[in-house]
T-cell receptor, first 112, second 116 residues
């Protein structure tokens, strides 16, 4: 079993839809949870981070962490064509600046 | 702020030659830089962690004599792929951890290496 599992998709939704992206993990020592957005042939861009369990909201994006289930989610409300990208979850045991373990990434396509 | 650059963005080289990729933190000092490799439709795989002024720490399965990493200053780390082969063709991405807070990793735009 891989440390971080993420459904690669692709996921196609119409503009305005609510998108749910998820990752599961096996290492209970993970403390920092991040979501990155990566456009084609570009480096990842940090979208959200959460420390330990809980929710965090930033505009149209909401990140949730359920450590008891080893499950994290990213919700995108009112999705836009510009949200079309690959979304990678990442986790680390120590501070977010330490080595990150990434999921495979989910490719999202939002059609107008 | 917190911009990381990579050079070159794309390089094509012949099998057997060496290629150097630079990673620079433009507006902050980075004590630690990370090098990742990403194959098409795959996740980022950590190759090595480099700390300024010391030897890099390589992940299991990564040949340190093939992927030479130098982190000579707080703003520059280089990855040299020696004796490149077609199977080394990949997207190489670096990230840098800011010195002061040490919380975030900021990623570069990546370098696409094609070995013919």
């Amino acid at each position: 079993q891989k440390e971080v599992e993420q459904d690669p998709g692709p996921l196609s939704v119409p503009e305005g839809a609510i998108v749910s992206l998820n990752c599961t993990y096996s290492n209970s020592a993970f403390q920092y949870f991040m979501w990155y957005r990566q456009y084609s042939r570009k480096g990842p861009e940090l979208l959200m981070y959460t420390y330990s369990s809980g929710n965090k909201e930033d505009g149209r994006f909401t990140a949730q962490v359920d450590k008891s289930s080893k499950y994290i989610s990213l919700f995108i409300r009112d999705s836009q064509p510009s949200d079309s990208a690959t979304y990678l979850c990442a986790m680390s045991v120590g501070q977010a600046g330490t080595a990150l373990i990434f999921g495979k990434g989910t490719t999202l396509s939002v059609s107008s | 702020g917190a911009v990381v650059s990579q050079h070159p963005s794309w390089v094509i080289c012949k099998s057997g030659t060496s290629v150097k990729i630079e990673c620079r933190s433009l507006d902050f000092q980075a004590t630690t830089m990370f090098w990742y490799r990403q194959f098409p439709k795959q996740s980022l795989m950590l190759m090595a962690t480099s700390n300024e002024g010391s030897k890099a720490t390589y992940e299991q399965g990564v040949e340190k004599d093939k992927f030479l990493i130098n982190h000579a200053s707080l703003t520059l780390s280089t990855l040299t792929v020696t004796s490149a082969h077609p199977e080394d063709s990949s997207f190489y991405i670096c990230s840098a951890r800011e010195q002061l807070t040490g919380i975030w990793q900021y990623f570069g735009p990546g370098t696409r290496l094609t070995v013919t």
